[in-house]
């Protein structure tokens, strides 16, 4: 019970973070109305073309670090990493069309690698540790929706507006 309650709550936070940004805030991180983009990127590694090396850090190492939980707690439920994989790459898909689909964000090819890199590390990680530690993997994932929600109830109230620069 409780490891399906906390996939859901950490499918949740994924969810919120990748396709409902244009209807809530947290402090001053994004502009909602900012987030309502179409937008398709077919070009693997692109971010390297950038003139800055925090562009493809934050990219790649954020969204495999963002489906490393998922992989997580999907392993401590179906115990193969072949299928933590393919539940990654189908949830990442899943996200990249409606973001499409809904005009919600970008889509882009490199998110749906490096998501399902991540899901695979979350697999390996969980396997490697073995289930003595999944309950531990479970009360993280629901602590980090906890805050996620607090953050989210919160809103705009966190973050001084003065003190946001705009890049």
Same mark, same amino acid.
């Given at each position: 019970m409780l490891s399906r309650v906390s996939l859901t709550a950490w499918t949740a936070v994924m969810v919120?973070?990748?396709t409902l940004k244009? @209807? $809530?805030q947290i402090? $001053? &991180?994004w502009k909602p109305e900012n987030q309502r983009a179409r937008d398709l990127r077919w070009v693997p590694f692109d971010e390297f073309s950038g003139g800055s090396w925090f562009g493809p850090? @934050?990219?790649y190492a954020g969204n495999t670090a963002f489906f490393i939980p998922f992989g997580m707690l999907v392993f401590s439920l179906c115990r193969s990493v072949k299928k933590t994989a393919a539940w990654g790459f189908g &949830?990442?898909?899943?996200l990249e069309v409606c973001q499409y689909a809904f005009a919600l964000g970008r889509t882009d090819i490199d998110?749906?690698?490096f998501n399902t890199l991540g899901a695979l590390i979350g697999a390996a990680f969980a396997r490697l540790c073995g289930?003595?530690? @999944?309950p531990v993997w479970r009360w993280l994932a629901l602590a980090a929706a906890a805050v996620f929600l607090v953050l989210v109830i919160l809103g705009p109230r966190l973050g001084d507006p003065n003190a946001v620069v705009d890049l």
């Open positions: 919120a973070l990748t244009p @209807f $809530y402090g $001053y &991180l850090l @934050f990219e &949830l990442s898909l899943v998110d749906l690698l289930e003595r530690l @999944f």
